[in-house]
């Protein structure tokens, strides 16, 4: 069964931070290009950031550059997201998903999500 699996969400003051990962089972990340998303209720979700299969090319929304940081570790199998400085606007559920395109446009698998709640 191929699946992603999100974790590392869960309550933090503004200016904290957190790191969320991003894991594979079924199949191999190593071949995929990686997105995080932010979906909040009754808005559209919104690309946070993405990271080519090699790693080598990054991509962010403007409104996390400088703050969050997207790695992969594909000997684990692993995408994460390091977000600092967090602000009440980035909560919401984050997901990843994978792009066999490596184009960081096309998603062909989504994780479930994890809630990010930001408040003091």
């Known amino acids: 069964q191929l699946q992603l699996v999100e974790s590392g969400g869960g309550l933090v003051q503004p200016g904290g931070s957190l790191r969320l990962s991003c894991t594979a089972s079924?199949?191999?990340?190593?071949?995929?290009?990686i997105g995080w998303f932010r979906q909040v209720p009754g808005k559209e979700r919104e690309g946070v950031s993405c990271?080519?299969?090699?790693?080598?090319?990054?991509n962010y929304a403007d409104s996390v550059k400088g703050r969050f940081t997207i790695s992969r570790d594909n000997a684990k199998n692993t995408i994460s997201l390091q977000m600092n400085s967090l602000k009440p606007e980035d909560a919401g559920i984050y997901l990843c998903?994978?792009?066999?395109?490596?184009?960081?446009?096309?998603?062909?698998?989504w994780g479930q999500g994890t809630q990010v709640t930001v408040s003091s």
């Open positions: 998903a994978a792009d066999a395109h490596d184009s960081c446009r096309e998603y062909d698998f």
């Open positions: 079924g199949f191999t990340l190593g071949y995929y290009a």
């Open positions: 990271i080519d299969s090699s790693g080598g090319r990054t």
